[in-house]
């Protein structure tokens, strides 16, 4: 079991920066992949960023640019720095951890942290 809590949500101007932190109930050099994720009201929940155990990192296009996703291993702790935010980024931003067994990925969820951008 991944136990994963998200903090560092908030209110923020537009063009304004937050940093999201997730930390981890186990040692994250165990987990496959970190992801962020958000949803926004009305929407269906979608991939922000991800990183693999090796550090490799991926972006959705909509973020590419502005949002860096990071680990601290030795913290047990994923990031997710956010700069030039746009009202569009408002949402529920969740914490995704998947490990591979064998053929089968065990996900697991944050409780969510809440980024509000206003205009």
């Known amino acids: 079991q991944v136990q994963l809590v998200e903090s560092g949500g908030g209110l923020v101007q537009a063009g304004g920066s937050l940093r999201l932190s997730c930390a981890a109930s186990v040692n994250i050099f165990s987990i496959d992949a970190m992801n962020w994720y958000r949803q926004a009201p009305g929407k269906q929940r979608e991939l922000v960023a991800a990183?693999?155990?090796?550090?490799?990192?991926n972006y959705a296009f909509f973020v590419k640019g502005r949002f860096t996703i990071s680990r601290d291993n030795a913290k047990n702790t994923v990031y997710l720095q956010m700069n030039s935010l746009k009202p569009e980024d408002t949402a529920v931003y969740y914490c995704n951890a998947q490990v591979l067994t064998g053929a089968l990925v065990e996900a697991y969820w944050g409780q969510g942290t809440q980024v509000t951008v206003s205009s």
């Open positions: 990183i693999t155990r090796g550090g490799s990192a």
